[in-house]
């Protein structure tokens, strides 16, 4: 079984950052993709940003696309989401999502139904 925290969600004004980070364990053997999503009130959940085992490819979404930037770290089994110039609308719950890949899989997965196992969520809110 693999466990997710999530970590470094907060109040921040606009025009701040705030970096979300994703800690691995349980089994932590094997391959990950890795990914956020995030869930505002009243609205479903989306999707923020994904990146492969290896790293060397990410996707982010057209509205987080330029000022966030999703990292992974595999000697630390943690996955980050740096956000900058943060806005109110980028208020949510975020979720990391991690799931078994093959290593060489070049492209990461963007389908929350891809995704085995999630963490509980970070709070993070953005005041005007």
């Known amino acids: 079984q693999v466990q997710l925290v999530e970590s470094g969600g907060g109040l921040v004004e606009a025009g701040a950052s705030l970096t979300l980070s994703c800690g691995r364990s349980g089994r932590v053997r094997g391959t990950y993709g890795m990914a956020w999503f995030r869930q505002a009130p009243g609205k479903e959940r989306e999707f923020v940003a994904a990146i492969n085992w290896l790293g060397s490819n990410t996707v982010h979404a057209d509205s987080v696309k330029g000022r966030f930037t999703i990292s992974r770290d595999n000697a630390k089994n943690t996955a980050y989401l740096q956000m900058n110039s943060l806005k109110p609308e980028d208020t949510a719950i975020y979720y990391c999502?991690?799931?078994?890949?093959?290593?060489?899989?070049?492209?990461?997965?963007?389908?929350?139904?891809?995704?085995?196992?999630w963490g509980q969520g970070t709070q993070v809110t953005v005041s005007s």
């Open positions: 999502a991690a799931t078994p890949v093959n290593p060489l899989a070049v492209e990461p997965l963007i389908e929350a139904s891809k995704y085995d196992y």
